[in-house]
């Protein structure tokens, strides 16, 4: 069965950064679209970032464009965010998702990760 | 940006309600719409998608409606496991969450 674990989240300081991965198992992870999603404690989810099969495309919320960078490796099958000069809003929970892509800009995500937590506090 | 409004915040209800949950959209995004349950301390789970189609797996207690604007998510006969927090998803342009609506024990 498909199966996502993040690993990576941890306690940071404001303008410091953080890796996030995903491992994924359980499908063909080069023929998926994947997404980063977060929550922050007690609020609703934010979508942050997708890439697309081959790394060629990537899309990020404003929120985070300019900080955040996603990347994956098809060989090892993981995922990742690179997250850079992090603020205190950026404390959430981060969730690993799969990507059902159906073309212009419309997508939406059948299967999540656990999530790890990131938080941003001096 | 689209806007997703969902209805109620919070819902009370028993085992064996029908409960409705409503989400309406800022502007037209057709059928694009999906609908998620998470539970404390999980990643959600996808329920129903293209508004109306149910997810693989998925109880058929779960069932959606609606498109353009105005979109419903109904249980027929709420369960024990049922008690949650449902999120809808917009996909027409990219993608955007509700707010989110708690299923709590009335």
């Known amino acids: 069965q498909v199966q996502l674990v993040e690993s990576g989240g941890g306690l940071v300081k404001p303008g410091g950064s953080l890796r996030l991965s995903c491992a994924a198992s359980?499908?063909?992870?080069?023929?998926?679209?994947m997404s980063w999603i977060r929550q922050a404690p007690g609020k609703a989810l934010e979508w942050v970032s997708y890439i697309n099969s081959d790394s060629s495309h990537t899309h990020y919320a404003d929120s985070v464009e300019g900080r955040f960078t996603i990347s994956r490796d098809n060989a090892k099958n993981l995922l990742y965010l690179q997250m850079r000069s992090l603020r205190a809003e950026d404390t959430a929970v981060y969730y690993c998702?799969?990507?059902?892509?159906?073309?212009?800009?419309?997508?939406?995500?059948?299967?999540w990760g656990q999530g790890t937590l990131v938080s941003v506090s001096s | 940006d689209i806007q997703m409004t969902q209805s109620p915040s919070t819902l009370s209800a028993s085992v064996g309600d029908r409960v409705t949950i409503t989400c309406r959209a800022s502007?037209?995004?057709?059928?694009?719409l999906a609908w998620y349950q998470q539970k404390p301390g999980k990643g959600p789970k996808l329920l129903i998608y293209k508004a109306s189609s149910l997810e693989s797996g998925v109880p058929s207690r779960f069932s959606g409606s609606g498109s353009g604007t105005e979109f419903t998510l109904t249980i027929s006969s709420l369960q024990p496991d049922d008690f949650a927090t449902y999120y809808c998803q917009q996909y027409n342009s990219y993608s955007t969450f509700g707010q989110g609506t708690k299923v709590e024990v009335k």
């Open positions: 998702a799969r990507v059902l892509y159906y073309g212009s800009s419309r997508y939406y995500f059948d299967n």
């Open positions: 502007q037209s995004i057709s059928s694009w």
């Open positions: 359980g499908f063909t992870f080069s023929d998926y679209y």
